[in-house]
């Protein structure tokens, strides 16, 4: 019988304060272990003492910048699992207007690792499939030639994102909203062209993003998005 070490990872991962640095990772950048102590509520030195242990497993990596070591997801299958994992556990009980504002903003809109994902994420994805930009084939979306003119169109080079060394363009199963977004090297090019745009923008210390007023008209003649019915 083949021997595995899953015992092992489930055990680094089932720490909670392991946990919470690992969902703060999820933003897909790289933090240092001061402000992932601070977002996980410990001190410094413990924080230091799992990010370790995490590293050793190969969970995450560290970049060294100056005096300043940083550390960040290894890749998007740590991401993939992390996101399996917050889909089957049970939702944080909400115990202050702070964390119910937080949770309102992270369902809407979110960074999974380096793609869109909560109800916005959903929302593109559906919008895309709905004009015929993308159609759906198994565990992936795929381009269509009408999608191939609108991305160009969008600014974003397919010839480039495709050769990327990764998966091109995954469902991702969206544990907030239980439907699927776009995920892999095409899901964080639109991502990275929605910043670039100026439509969305990142909240320091959270995963969650939020839509500029630039972006709600760009949203809406692009996607036919309407975030004014978000309320947000």
């Not at 995450?60 to 998007?76: A, D, L, M, S, W």
Request: overall charge positive.
């Amino acid at each position: 019988m083949a021997q595995s070490n899953v015992a092992e990872i489930a055990s680094i991962v089932s720490e909670s304060s392991r946990a919470a640095m690992l969902t703060v990772l999820m933003d897909g950048r790289f933090h240092t272990a001061s402000e992932l102590a601070f977002m996980a509520g410990i001190k410094p030195q413990t924080a230091s003492f799992h990010l370790s242990k995490m590293q050793e497993a190969g969970l995450i990596v560290q970049e060294k910048q100056g005096r300043h070591r940083y550390y960040g997801i290894q890749n998007e299958e740590i991401a993939k699992v992390m996101e399996s994992f917050l889909f089957i556990a049970p939702p944080v009980k909400i115990k202050s207007l702070k964390q119910s504002s937080q949770d309102k903003a992270m369902r809407y809109a979110r960074t999974c690792y380096d793609h869109l994902a909560g109800s916005l994420g959903v929302q593109l994805a559906d919008a895309l499939l709905k004009t015929g930009v993308l159609r759906e084939d198994h565990e992936n979306f795929r381009v269509t030639e009408k999608g191939e003119l609108f991305f160009k169109e969008l600014g974003i080079p397919l010839e480039t994102v495709s050769k990327k060394r990764r998966s091109f363009s995954y469902r991702c199963l969206d544990w907030s909203e239980r439907r699927h977004h776009l995920a892999g090297a095409l899901g964080q090019a639109v991502l990275e062209r929605l910043i670039e745009l100026g439509w969305i923008q990142r909240v320091p210390q959270n995963r969650a993003v939020k839509v500029t007023e630039e972006g709600k008209d760009g949203l809406k003649k692009t996607f036919g998005i309407d975030h004014s019915k978000e309320g947000t």
